[in-house]
């Protein structure tokens, strides 16, 4: 029998209380009971759910803590890198861009039709953005600012050239304007990134 605690009756005469039980701690399920009802993708998904949420009442959890090398080298990695893609991002969108700037008023690649925009018309001018912006992007200089005029083009291009045609992007051709668009956008909120011009003059003042 577990340890007991003494009472007092009203007459007088005593009687073994049972202590009360610890709390029990719900997390001690072993992970091997929960993987064997994993038996497919859906179950899976809940028995991975179901073992991280185990833990005791203060908050500490069993699955977690031994997970937390690997969870803590992920998070590490994504610190690292998350900055470094984002200049990745930025290069290889101004790159793509500023391709479509060189064909249509320069030339090249070649247009299919084989002669670009005529002067100061939107296509014209168009291309005019995409090359300087492009290029400017690619170089990393006044790229916020870039990034937000870029975005605003394609905005305004699929409006005008796509969404009248139909309004699925799949089927009017406005997959692309659509992303550069948002990706111009989240590049003039959050930066050229770590691989830029600005970023190496501020490492070289400090």
Not at 17 to 31: D, L, T
Not at 40 to 49: K, L, Y
Not at 157 to 174: D, M
Request: proline share 9%; glycine share 10%; net charge positive.
């Amino acid at each position: 029998m577990g340890p007991v605690r003494m009472g007092r009756l009203r007459m007088g005469r005593t009687r073994r209380v049972p202590r009360a039980p610890p709390q029990a701690w719900h997390g001690h399920r072993s992970i091997t009971a929960e993987s064997q009802s994993c038996n497919n993708a859906s179950s899976c998904i809940d028995t991975i759910g179901a073992l991280w949420s185990y833990g005791k009442p203060n908050g500490r959890t069993d699955i977690p803590m031994a997970l937390a090398p690997v969870t803590s080298n992920t998070h590490a990695f994504a610190a690292e890198w998350a900055p470094r893609l984002l200049s990745v991002l930025r290069i290889v969108a101004a790159l793509l861009f500023l391709e479509h700037g060189t064909q249509k008023l320069l030339g090249f690649p070649p247009l299919a039709s084989g002669a670009g925009p005529a002067m100061m018309t939107l296509p014209w001018i168009a291309g005019l953005i995409e090359l300087v912006g492009g290029l400017l992007l690619l170089l990393d200089l006044f790229s916020r600012p870039v990034a937000f005029v870029m975005s605003g083009e394609m905005a305004f291009a699929y409006w005008i050239a796509h969404f009248p045609r139909n309004p699925f992007p799949v089927l009017n051709g406005g997959d692309a304007a659509i992303l550069y668009c948002f990706v111009f956008l989240y590049i003039a909120a959050a930066g050229p990134g770590p691989w830029s011009i600005d970023a190496s003059r501020s490492r070289n003042t400090f």
